[in-house]
């Protein structure tokens, strides 16, 4: 329902400092499932995304804003994407091989070229290759 989601987005993007990084993750990656692609949401959102520590994000969070953020192919100006990957790199090893290949198609999708963050992907994702599925292999490939 698009007057729900206006709604919400317009109550939210005042608010997004009460949100924990993973209810923002959620929230966004919400948002991005319904495909609802406001730029004032996804900006708000970015905004806050600046604002926090590196410390507050777990790797699922940065994988899930990266494709949030692909999904509905909104870089924000790319500067939030730039901070999503610096945080990505700082916890490489603790990502699963599912936020690896997710992380990979995003900026995939986002059509930025970033050969060492991808490098770098692909190498964690080679020590994790035994735990992969094939749909995570797919999206690294692509």
Wanted: charged share 20%.
């Amino acid at each position: 329902n698009d007057i729900a989601f206006q709604r919400l987005a317009a109550v939210v993007c005042r608010r997004t400092q009460d949100f924990s990084v993973q209810g923002l993750t959620n929230a966004v990656w919400s948002y991005a499932t319904a495909c609802y692609a406001v730029q004032s949401w996804f900006s708000a959102v970015a905004d806050e995304v600046l604002r926090r520590e590196p410390g507050e994000f777990e790797p699922l969070d940065v994988a899930n804003c990266l494709w949030s953020f692909a999904a509905v192919a909104q870089s924000c100006g790319g500067v939030v994407i730039t901070r999503l990957r610096e945080h990505g790199v700082r916890m490489l090893g603790e990502f699963t091989a599912q936020n690896l290949a997710i992380s990979a198609w995003s900026l995939a999708a986002l059509e930025i070229r970033d050969e060492l963050f991808i490098e770098k992907v692909a190498d964690e994702f080679v020590r994790k290759i035994q735990d992969c599925k094939a749909q995570e292999l797919n999206n690294m490939l692509w």
